[in-house]
């Protein structure tokens, strides 16, 4: 992907819409964190993109993301696409 495809993915002019996100994920959207129960759109609307060398497929069980320089972050997601856990 190239830089002018990834700003456009990641950025947007209008602001996200939180009506159509549960409680949870709004809760996570407001602290940028991922929490048990919230959706793949919630995650991706707190968190953004997970890097494509760690998370090749956004279809994959588990999204990896950094915590910081030297730890990361494992997101893993039910057959139902709700977070189950977080490692």
């Not at 002018?4 to 819409?17: A, F, G, L, Q, R």
């Not at 809760?27 to 060398?53: E, F």
């Not at 279809?59 to 030297?70: G, V």
């Amino acid at each position: 992907m190239g830089v002018d495809e990834y700003i456009e993915k990641v950025t947007s002019s209008k602001p996200v819409s939180l009506s159509r996100f549960s409680k949870k994920d709004i809760k996570g959207i407001a602290a940028g964190k991922a929490y048990v129960g919230m959706s793949r759109k919630g995650v991706l609307a707190a968190l953004g993109y997970p890097p494509t060398h760690r998370t090749p497929s956004l279809d994959a069980s588990s999204w990896i993301y950094w915590a910081n320089r030297f730890r990361t972050i494992g997101v893993d997601f039910d057959n139902k696409g709700r977070v189950k856990a977080l490692r």
